[in-house]
């Protein structure tokens, strides 16, 4: 035997309850009448081929072959009966499991073999299928419609009061405004001064910032004049020379 | 039943398991004997069961009886709850009816899709309600008889107005809080 | 043919038409009146057909008759090839349900790879079956209805051999059977 084709057999074994299984068919007698010292002998025998020529054994047959010499011990010498296990019970068991297995085995292979479903027998093909109509019916409560409504008047609300209620100059406003008054101004002139005399408080502050656009689109057209010292400086409007 | 030979049962098993309806030629392929003899057979023993044998041009195929076809579909009722957009659009909608989309959406504050008056159609709570004589003529909405039904409401008017919804707290505290700011903030100007 | 009732009719359609096997429950959400007498009435018409209705655990479905096998079948087509160890495992989940990964480990002698349980769950033919109250609580493996209808079992006690094996004592585990020698031993003493 080459080093080769006994690392295939390794390979092709499932464990070595398996191997174990084989070796037992060998023997060509009914698995409840094999001889178990046989039967170790021969599993030695092959795990020390496999050593000789330096084949990696997985640990499992290892153990396997350990536990197989200690058996083979406690078959052939005499036994404190106090201290030993059972050998024959050992044997038993051993017969046990590979009965166990076989009987799986076989009975896997009757599974394999029966009419199979998409290999021997079939099932329709184009089956149409069964179709269920899903038809939806939508829930509320008369609360969720309340809340809801409440929700929605909470939310834009409080937009439509500011808007009613602030006092502002629009953009639009602001630079009419200061479009015709830069023309009475040829010299320099405060922004300040562009604002209403009344304006206080919000609308200030509003008419403010929209003169302060304005005179920056006002320039933009060339139609006012700005100057500012620095940052934050007063800023001053002219009409163009 | 009288026994059948075996051209019969082996054309009737390839029909039944093809993929796509067969042509005499294609079954002979897979079977020995008179296949049209046994076509004819099966179309006699299948005839007036929930199963027929049918020719469709030159092709032959099982197909379950036309007037059984209702069974084959089950309709299922399935309770949904409508989404807060839901909910939101169908509260516009009654306080507000007959109302443009562009309507909800001004007092939403938020587009709708289009699905969600959808939904509300298809719950029945929901009608179109003629055009607005306005440029772009916009179709309007208000709520139906079954609307009313399915919330317990006599008539739209049992629904609470804006002051008993304040006074029963429906209005969402955070906004109310946002509101009582902004209304300060004017006074101290 | 004697004329059928309509209840039959229906089964015989709707089974005909499902895509799935079915059960006597999701067959009665379709038709009215009778299901298990028409399966009955169906299953005898059907008898020594080249379809024949089957009955796999709880559920029904039609298909072609296992003796017309070699003018079906389809190697090309053929179901997953199982690897031994899948074999072998599938085999004694299937005649100890519901067991544990340790208990088929116990039988093989070999521990189980990662993938072979994989495969057989993947084929619908194995399913997770609760934990078994020991401890570690470990999981036990149990076979579906998807197992029966592909391997044409009726029941679990149609699997080939399962009686004798059962008497033989080959189902139990090794721990019970040397123990019933061992009183078997001192008995015969």
Redesign the interface.
Known sequence: MTGEQLTLDLDGWEGPLDLLLNLARAQKVDLTRISILALVEQYLGYVERARTLQLELAADYLVMAAWLAYLKSALLLPRDPVADADPEELALRLQLRLERLAAMREAGARLMARDRLGRDVFRRAAAEGLRTIRTPRWSAEIYDLIAGYGRVSARTRPVMHVVQDRAVMTLDAAIARVAAMVGSHVSWTAIERFLPDDATGAFRRSALASSFLAALELARQGRVELQQAAPFAPLYLRAPA | ?T??DDT???????L?????PMTVDSMRA??AGDVRAALDRLVS?YA????NLVRRGERW?????GD?AH????????????S?A???T???I??HEPVTRAEIEA???VQISKGTLD?LM??G?VRPAGRREIPGRPLTFATTPAFLA????ETRRD??G?DD?RA?G???PV??A??RA??KA?ED?
């Open positions: 039943m026994p059948l019969v049962r082996a054309v009737e098993a390839l039944f398991a093809a993929a796509e897979y079977v023993d007036g069961r929930g199963i195929h099982f197909q379950t009886a059984l069974l084959l579909r089950r309709e299922r009722e399935e309770v949904r709850r409508l807060r839901g909910i939101e169908l509260a516009i009654a306080y007092i939403r504050g939904v298809e719950a709570w399915h919330f317990g409401l629904l609470p804006i919804l029963a429906l209005l969402d906004d109310l946002v509101e902004v209304e004017n100007d």
